[in-house]
RNA sequence: GUGGAUGUAGCUCAGGUUGGCAGAGCACUUGAUUGUGGUUCAAGAUGUCGCGGGUUCAAAUCCCGUCAUCCACC
C-alpha cells in the first residue's frame, strides 16, 4: 500500500496533483517546503510559519547534530515539539554538505568524516548512525545518506556515488527497519547526475530496497536545464503512480513550474529565506531586489496583487530601508512575504493542474516573469 | 600670542624623503547565490589632493604665502 496517492494527471504535460499521507496528516502536491536547516525557519517563527500554510519544512540532521546536539531534541521530545512544528519535517542526512563542505570532508564506503566547521573537531557518520540520528529527532521522513556529485561529472564518477548511495541505501533501510517504531518514512535518494541510465539504474534498485517515496539529488547543482529534464523524465516514467518525487534544493519558481511539468511533486530550496535576507522579494512580476535604491522612496507594497501581512501593511520604501540598515526585521519580513507567495505559487499550480489548465498557467507565468 | 601637528573619495587613512596615469579599507551602486556557514564572491561609481602663487617638460609630492582644525605652552 503506497502512502502517494495521484489526484489528477495533467493531459498536455507530466505535471499531476497528489497526496501524500504521514503519520501526522496528509499534504497536498505539488508542494514547497521551506529549509529549517537549524530546526528554524530562519526569521519566522512558528505561528507564522503556520499562518501562510506552509505544509512541511526540511531540517538538516547533520547541522542538528553538530548543534544542539541529538540528545537535546530527543530529550524536548523530537524536533516537532522542540521547534513547536506539527506539519511534516523531512531530515536532510548531510549527503548534501558532502557536495557543499567538499573541502571539509573525507569519504569511504564506510561513511563520511567531516570537520565541524564550527570547532574543527572530526565527526565520523556512518548510514546507520545517520538513520538513528534522524529517528532519535523524530523526524516524519528519514532520508538515507548519500553521495550527491557535483556538476560537471564523469559517468564513471558518477556511477561510483551511484553504487555507494544504493549500498547505504541499503544498510539505512535495514537500521530503519530495525529502529523506526513511531510511524516514520523512509525515502531514498536517487543519484546519476545527468546520465539517464544510471538515474534508471539507481531507481530500481532503491525501488527494490523498498522506500516511501523518491528523493531526486544531484540536480539543481549547475548543470545545463535539458540535461536537467531529461533526467526528470527518466525518473518519472520509472516511479509511475506509486511514489512521491521530490526534487531536493529545487526552488526559483521558473525552475518548479518546469520540473512540474516533468511530473515533481514537491520541492524545497533556501531561495525564499536567502532571498528574503539578502534583499530579495519574489512577486508576481518575478524578482524584485528591495535592496536596489530605485526602491528608496517607493511606498508601494511588494506586490500589488499578494495578500500577505507584509504586503498589506509595509512598504519597498520601509522595507528597503531595514535591510539596508542591517534591521533583522527587514530580513524577516522579506523571508515571510517569500514564503507566502511560494506556498501561494504552489496552490496555484495544484488548481491549474485540477482544473486542467496547467499549462496555459504555466506559460502565463513563464511569459509574465521571465526566465526567473 | 609662541611652538608643534594635521588637511588626499561620503568616513578612516596610505602615498609625500627620492616629482612621472589619484590609491586602500569601510560605506555606496549593480550582479550572483538552488537538499543554507545570516555568509561569501564578482563587478562598478566616487576626487578643486584645504586655498593662492612659484620652481619644473611634469607637482598630492619641492619652495613661498594663506586659511582651517587639533595639541602644548603662555
Sequence with gaps: MSNFKVINNDVQTLARTGEFT???????????FPVGTQATVKGLNSSQIREINTQGMLVNAYHVSLRPGVDIVKNAGGLHEFMDFNGMIITDS???????????????????????HID???????PEDVVNIELDLDTDIVVPL???VKYPVTEQEAAKACDRTVLW????????????????LFMAIVQGSVYPNLRKDCLSKLIDIGVDGICIGGLSVGEPLDLRYNALSVISQETGNEYMRYFMGCGKPRDIIDAVSYGVDLFDCVMPTRWGRTGTAYTSKGKVVVRNAAFARDYTPLDEKCDCYVCKTYTKAYIRHLINTGEMLGAQLLSYHNIYWYNKFMSDIREAINSGSFKEFRDEFIGRVGEE
Design 22 to 32: 504521514y503519520r501526522n496528516g496528509t499534504i497536498v502536491t505539488p508542494a514547497f
Design 120 to 126: 574543527g573537531s572530526y565527526i565520523t557518520l556512518t
Design 169 to 184: 541505501a541499503k544498510r539505512s533501510k535495514s537500521e530503519f527497519a530495525r529502529n523506526a517504531q513511531k510511524g516514520n
Design 94 to 116: 548531510g549527503g548534501y554538505q558532502i557536495f557543499s563542505l567538499e573541502k571539509l570532508r573525507k569519504l569511504n564506503d564506510n561513511g563520511v568524516t567531516f570537520q565541524s
Design 146 to 148: 548519500d553521495e550527491c
